[in-house]
């Protein structure tokens, strides 16, 4: 599965005030966030127009691992909160942070 998504082609964008990183992987999956230095804050991960349940998400995940030694995840929407809880509980981000409740934050867990 890791093959289908091809090698790593990371790039920066202008985010407001702050400098976002984008990892584009082949099919539209993507992941985004924001880099400071060994540490990754994970905002977007998306499959692009791929069935889901193919394990992309997670592939994506166990690629660009190794080059974080922290990576949180902030802005997550209820329904993703499953995926996020089983990537965590498989070491592949290290903290779950701002959850969406029904449009709003919470910032009170820090897992």
């Given amino acids: 599965m890791m093959e289908r998504l091809g090698g790593i082609n990371e790039c ?3 985010y407001g005030k702050r400098t976002a990183t984008a990892f584009r992987f082949n099919g539209g999956v993507r992941i985004i966030g924001f880099k400071q230095g060994e540490f990754f804050d994970l905002r977007v991960l998306t499959i692009g127009l791929n069935p889901k349940r193919e394990h992309l998400g997670e592939c994506a995940l166990r690629l660009i691992r190794p080059l974080f030694k922290d990576i949180s995840v902030n802005e997550i929407s209820e329904d993703a909160l499953p995926f996020w809880e089983k990537m965590k509980e498989r070491g592949l ?3 779950l942070g701002t959850i969406k409740w029904e449009g709003h934050y919470d910032y009170t867990m820090s897992c």
């Fill in 12 to 14: 920066v964008y202008n």
């Fill in 93 to 95: 981000i290290n903290n």
